[in-house]
């Protein structure tokens, strides 16, 4: 069984930086997909940023070149890196795992971009 904590989210003015981790337990880390999603209030869940584990990544459009994702093998951890931020990008962001068919979810962190 994979668990995933988020840590990192809170209140920033537009235009600011925030970068959220995640703690990983449980199973071969190495070896998932790790990646993170958001949901905002009345929407659907999201895509972010994906990294495999051969370091490859897929984001969405709308964070193309202004957010990134890391990952630590050693440590079990990935980190979203969110440059520029804007209001738009107020949600719960979800940190993933996918290993073979099983997906698994941590509890969301809050992330508010607002003056």
């Known amino acids: 069984q994979v668990q995933l904590v988020e840590s990192g989210g809170g209140l920033v003015q537009p235009g600011g930086s925030l970068r959220l981790s995640c703690a990983a337990s449980?199973?071969?880390?190495?070896?998932?997909?790790m990646g993170w999603y958001r949901q905002a209030p009345g929407k659907r869940r999201e895509l972010v940023v994906t990294i495999s584990s051969g370091g490859g990544t897929n984001s969405g459009d709308s964070v193309k070149g202004r957010f990134s994702i890391s990952r630590d093998n050693a440590k079990k951890m990935v980190y979203l890196q969110m440059n520029n931020l804007k209001p738009e990008d107020t949600a719960v962001y979800y940190c993933?795992?996918?290993?073979?068919?099983?997906?698994?979810w941590g509890q969301g962190t809050q992330v508010t971009v607002s003056s």
């Open positions: 993933y795992a996918k290993y073979f068919s099983n997906d698994y």
């Open positions: 449980g199973g071969i880390f190495s070896s998932y997909t």
